[in-house]
């Protein structure tokens, strides 16, 4: 039995991992939400130290595995929601990476200066880094996704693996956070792969029940309408 | 034989791969210092494509590596210098990316809002968050490896692996951007880690060698005494 910890009240990047163990079928405890955030504050200092620095951590046994890419990876690989040779792996690790960095650039759209203060103290640079993430970023971004999946065909790397779920969430969080921009994306491949992982037995479940909470202005993705702005 | 695609005139990410590569002695060709920026930035396009994002990439016959923190692992855990079992392994890995993201927010002290503009357009976001930074963050990453270190002793997971020529290099450049803040960081055994590995007979070499750049505001770790300054 695998333990999530993760906060409570929002999607973050514990959704991610919630998203593979839920497409897996794996029975898991959702620490935040069964216990509270103070469970997992408690965790880290514990149970979890020293070697996880942040939330999402994975517990499996003696095993303690934190960093979202790390841990969809690990689950991936063990549960055959994975490429089996080496090089799939490797290619389907680097697109989770990439993924990752888009979703720390993204938080970084509302949190400009100090992850320690709210938006509101720093919304004037939060306008001036979305506009360059809405111009140059986004683009770069889901067009990188978009030209793997020109060649790989209708996953990302073949064969379904973890990383196409984490490319659905990236493509659901930024089109709630920034939809004109992503809209306005040439990314048919992918807003494809979007639809079929939404189809997937164990993501559709999980999308239609109360454990998936909707997007909101307390997450990584957040829709500020004065960010989309021109 | 390795290929290094990597940018020719700084250290940059592409230094966490050549300590790497350099403390194991295994020969390769650094694309970028024989043959020119322009060739780096050709095979991104062509061989390199369309799985790696960004450099640094590391080739090895058929395979092509991208992300950092990814390239280390799968070269420490190939040629010995990593954790022989499963939780070193993850520990190794947890420990390298959570070190890859703090580049990422070293990086972001000087371009906090356009990665695509040079720091002289965005000085006053710069000042804001290097502040934080300052006070925040390098503490806080900082003493995350010295709790690991307090734990594991003289190495991050107990025997020497690719993970402690990362911690010596973010240190490394940390002190250089930011002298007087790490100065007053209390990781006596961080310190300790940074002095044992520069005398690692290939560090030791390699330090001493031309192929070592020196730290430039051309870089990640730059030292601009404004961002430092209270």
């Known amino acids: 039995m695998y333990e999530l910890y993760y906060w409570s009240e929002i999607q973050g990047r514990g959704e991610f991992v919630r998203l593979v163990l839920e497409d897996l079928g794996q029975p898991y405890v959702d620490i935040g939400r069964d216990k509270g955030d103070e469970a997992v504050a408690e965790a880290l200092d514990g149970v979890l130290a020293p070697y996880a620095f942040a939330p999402p951590v994975l517990r499996a046994r003696d095993l303690v595995i934190s960093q979202t890419a790390l841990i969809t990876r690990w689950l991936g690989e063990k549960h055959g929601l994975a490429p089996a040779d080496e090089k799939g792996r490797l290619q389907a690790a680097m697109i989770a990476l990439t993924i990752a960095d888009l979703v720390a650039e993204t938080h970084d759209t509302h949190h400009p200066i100090n992850v320690g203060e709210t938006y509101e103290k720093q ?35 073949g064969t379904p693996s973890y990383v196409d779920l984490s490319a659905f969430q990236v493509l659901d969080g930024l089109t709630y956070a920034f939809p004109r921009t992503v809209h306005r994306q040439h990314v048919p491949r992918l807003r494809k792969l979007h639809e079929r992982i939404a189809r997937r037995p164990g993501i559709a479940a999980y999308l239609g029940s109360e454990r998936r909470l909707p997007h909101s202005e307390a997450g990584i993705f957040r829709h500020y309408p004065e960010l989309e702005a021109a």
Chains 1, 2 share one sequence.
């Open 123 to 157: 919304k004037a640079p939060a306008h001036a880094r979305s506009r360059a993430f809405r111009q140059l970023r986004i683009p770069k971004f889901l067009g990188y996704l978009e030209r793997i999946l020109e060649q790989s065909g209708d996953y990302l790397v």
